[in-house]
């Protein structure tokens, strides 16, 4: 099940991160998540804004936890100009960000996906270039790329977005 993340579930989900930055490494992507990127002070910040959610297996044990990703609803600033490209779509939207896993569960991108679309019918989302893994689980998701986006240490992003409509 999908829940918003607690402060109690922080050093497992800073795990889980450590995974997801050692996978990329592994898979040829060694420019995303660097400079221990999420770091502590902004998986505090997410939990303390109610933007990050966790996938637990429904157990009370921390170590149940397996995914985890942040879904802030409304404009994010580094959507607001796009590169050799459009968004599809006007109106409200969700960006996911920070998405990771443990490699425990499969289709996470999925799960994900669904809870986010009860909340609202338009998402957006952006990866690196080298990260394969994650452009072909948006591909299969249903997501279509939009363009060229900037985060905010200037590097460079593609970008993608999936509406309900």
Not at 39 to 54: A, F, P, R
Not at 112 to 118: E, L
């Amino acid at each position: 099940m999908i829940r918003l993340a607690k402060n109690k579930d922080i050093d497992r989900i800073m795990e889980i991160y450590a995974i997801g930055r050692k996978y990329m490494r592994d898979n040829g992507n060694a420019n995303q998540w660097i400079n221990g990127y999420p770091s502590l002070n902004q998986v505090k910040m997410d939990i303390e804004n109610g933007n990050l959610y966790v996938f637990d297996n429904g157990e009370k044990d921390i170590s149940d936890i397996h995914g985890v990703f942040a879904f802030i609803i409304g404009d994010d600033p580094t959507y607001e100009k796009i590169y050799d490209g459009a968004w599809h779509y006007e109106g409200e939207y969700g960006t996911i960000h920070r998405i990771g896993r443990d490699g425990e569960i499969h289709e996470f991108v999925r799960e994900a996906v669904n809870y986010c679309f009860n909340k609202v019918s338009r998402i957006r989302i952006d990866t690196h270039r080298a990260n394969e893994t994650m452009r072909k689980s948006l591909e299969k998701n249903g997501f279509v790329y939009s363009g060229i986006i900037y985060v905010e240490d200037g590097s460079e992003r593609l970008a993608f977005e999936k509406a309900m409509d």
